[in-house]
């Protein structure tokens, strides 16, 4: 079975610093997807990145990277110089990559709040 | 963009009362879903379909059903509401291509029952 952990409930920083948001994945798949959404107090769920099972090479937008490594089944998230419009739950989660099983496994979400 | 529309963002209905969650999606996605998040339990998968008039029971079906006889429109029905159905219920869709599964979220519908 599917599973995805974030064993970080809650973070909370001061702007402008640095916070990784940890995940951590369990699946029998050799290949599958991996998501991080983003959750602001409205409650939409917002779609941040997706990355295959089968591209381990790090990604970099802005501020925010994440770092994918199989070997240890994580797929970290880092914002850099982070600030309060980042304050939001984070969720990362799992699929698998074959048609018609592409439900989605959640893990519990990290709220992060950024403070002035 | 992609656009998944649900019905109504706030609702609150009676114990026992039939409830309909509509969901639109805009983009001739495939496959629609269904989930439910509570505090601490995080999302889970009510139900979830991948083509016109198929549905698959996701991990918490109990209580629900659903309803696709098009394409577009994927609806969550609560047949007798309870209070413990009181949540955030948020639909979503996807399609299979080359740019994978990613799923894309509607604003959620929160319901009260009372």
């Known amino acids: 079975a599917q599973k995805v952990t974030q064993a970080q409930t809650e973070i909370s920083v001061v702007e402008k610093e640095d916070v990784t948001l940890d995940c951590v994945y369990e699946t029998r798949d050799t290949t599958y997807y991996l998501f991080w959404y983003k959750q602001p107090p409205s409650g939409e769920l917002v779609f941040l990145i997706r990355?295959?099972?089968?591209?381990?090479q790090n990604e970099i937008s802005g501020r925010y990277s994440w770092n994918f490594q199989k070997s240890t089944s994580s797929f970290n998230f880092t914002i850099t110089a982070s600030q309060v419009v980042d304050s939001a739950v984070y969720f990362c989660a799992l699929s698998e990559a074959r048609r018609g099983a592409q439900k989605l496994v959640f893990g519990q979400g990290t709220r992060l709040t950024i403070n002035p | 963009d992609v656009k998944v529309t649900q019905s109504s963002r706030y609702l609150v209905k009676r114990t026992g009362e039939k409830v309909f969650l509509e969901c639109v999606q805009d983009?001739?996605?495939?496959?629609m879903f269904w989930y439910r998040q509570d505090p601490g339990l995080g999302l889970r998968l009510i139900y979830f379909?991948?083509?016109?008039?198929?549905?698959e029971k996701g991990d918490i079906p109990e209580g629900y059903s659903v309803s696709r006889e098009k394409k577009e429109r994927f609806s969550l029905i609560l047949e007798s509401a309870s209070t413990n159905q009181t949540s955030m219920y948020l639909c979503a869709s996807s399609a299979w291509g080359e740019t994978g599964n990613t799923i894309y979220f509607g604003e959620g519908s929160w319901l009260t029952v009372v």
């Open positions: 983009m001739d996605h495939e496959n």
């Open positions: 379909s991948y083509d016109v008039k198929m549905k």
């Open positions: 990355r295959n099972s089968f591209d381990e």
